[in-house]
């Protein structure tokens, strides 16, 4: 078999005597916990399509494993790749300092099982993922200062070294900036998970307003722009769509401000019009990320990046149309939508990234057979959902009341599951391998054998 033309940073690591890659190791945690939440995920789907099981789990019944499940998605699967995100970005991953990335992954993901017992003890605040309550709120947020203090003890930023040019220092502002913005996130989670903050359901609203939808999709755009960067190294003669891209949030982000939330609803044209400024993103996100070099494992990542992208921004502002929002608003169809936005929109851009980290190591995720399957499982789970919430949005007992096509949509949801954690199995067994032998693996071993 040919030698592969360009090693990888990830092979140049393992082969330095720092094995393995704590990015890998990230990425590890983090499928770990996919695949416990997806199982979850199943098991909470065949409940719903056999209510009857919940007499045979005790105490431990369908409310408290959503709470699981839910809260191992976003603090398990969707939060430790981006761990592997920021020992890239503040050099971390590499000499000495890799030795202590593997602690501080085991400290989050301690925290984590620690949580999911008392979920289903019963132990929690009420808010939707905010339900760190008492001795676990302490670890979890003691996770978090763990991940602050080892990126800024670990790091060159208290040294200032290598501040030799201009590039080099302002790259230096931008991480102590991040760092600063980092500090507050355990603040802040400790402030908002308090039961005496605001209650679970607040009762000054009676649903989103443009400026808000408009507001926590500006975060998002503001997160697209960041991944690349640290990551992927910028392409000469590319500054103006990287110059287009931020001035044109800007411009959102001001507009944003200027609406305000008071009074509002998504019947008013300033709402729903407002929020139609992020289909200029739909070519914008492409444009931008092809001024980064990208390793050539990323490629089919992209694709689908760009892909649900796309399908996001353009059924979110559909759904929140007047009509549309007032029929679907607490149905079974913004489920659907919801699964886009996180199983397949988010899921695939943490992928991306960590794809591009891994370099050659990015094999784990590029296997044909679990890509199709989480894609296209993800695309039916969201048609399902939607037809689902089209019947309930007239008939508000269609997913209370078994019956034949309520059944027959809930099972196969519960298909779709099942062929979504088959895939977080494969990759899970892939980066296992990776942290098993990751010298010798530079490719998939399954293309040697058939090379």
Not at 245 to 267: D, I, K, P
Not at 287 to 306: E, G
Not at 345 to 372: E, P
Not at 398 to 408: C, E, S
Request: net charge positive; aromatic share 12%; charged share 10%.
């Amino acid at each position: 078999m040919e030698e592969p033309m360009r090693l990888s940073a990830f092979s140049e690591e393992a082969q330095s005597g720092i094995a393995p890659n704590p990015v890998a190791q990230a990425a590890w945690h983090g499928l770990m916990w996919l695949v416990v939440a997806n199982t979850v995920g199943v098991m909470l789907a065949a409940l719903l399509l056999f209510p009857n099981l919940n007499g045979a789990l005790g105490e431990w019944t369908y409310g408290r494993w959503m709470m699981v499940h839910m809260n191992l998605e976003l603090y398990g699967w969707t939060s430790m790749p981006l761990l592997g995100f920021l020992f890239k970005v503040y050099g971390v991953d590499r000499g000495p300092a890799a030795l202590w990335c593997r602690p501080v992954l085991w400290v989050w993901s301690a925290a984590l099982g620690a949580g999911a017992l008392a979920w289903l003890s019963g132990h929690s605040s009420g808010k939707l993922f905010l339900d760190w309550q008492g001795y676990t709120r302490i670890l979890f947020i003691g996770a978090l200062l763990t991940l602050w203090l080892f990126l800024l003890l670990k790091s060159s930023l208290l040294s200032g070294s290598g501040l030799r040019s201009g590039k080099d220092r302002r790259v230096w502002w931008a991480k102590l900036v991040g760092l600063v913005v980092l500090l507050a996130v355990p603040l802040l989670l400790y402030f908002a998970s308090s039961p005496a903050v605001y209650p679970p359901i607040n009762p000054d609203t009676g649903g989103p307003t443009g400026a808000s939808q408009l507001e926590s999709s500006l975060i998002v755009v503001l997160i697209l722009l960041t991944l690349p960067c640290g990551i992927a190294r910028r392409l000469p003669g590319k500054r103006r769509a990287i110059g287009v891209a931020w001035w044109v949030l800007a411009a959102e982000s001001t507009l944003c401000a200027a609406m305000g939330r008071a009074n509002a609803s998504h019947h008013q044209p300033l709402q729903y019009m407002s929020l139609g400024t992020l289909l200029l993103w739909l070519p914008l996100i492409p444009a931008y990320y092809s001024a980064f070099a990208w390793h050539d494992n990323t490629r089919r990542w992209r694709t689908a990046l760009y892909g649900w992208w796309g399908a996001l921004v353009v059924t979110g502002w559909v759904l929140f149309l007047p009509g549309v929002l007032d029929k679907f608003k607490f149905t079974d169809g913004l489920v659907g939508h919801t699964f886009v936005a996180m199983a397949g929109f988010t899921s695939t851009a943490l992928i991306l990234v960590v794809v591009q980290i891994l370099g050659d190591g990015g094999w784990v995720f590029n296997r044909t057979r679990s890509f199709y399957a989480w894609h296209g499982s993800v695309i039916a789970y969201a048609a399902l959902m939607t037809i689902a919430g089209w019947l309930e949005q007239s008939n508000p007992a269609f997913t209370m009341i078994p019956g034949t096509l309520r059944n027959l949509l809930y099972a196969l949801r519960l298909l779709t599951g099942s062929f979504m954690l088959l895939a977080s199995l494969d990759w899970f067994v892939g980066a296992s391998r990776l942290l098993r032998e990751p010298a010798s693996l530079r490719i998939d071993p399954l293309q040697e054998k058939t090379a």
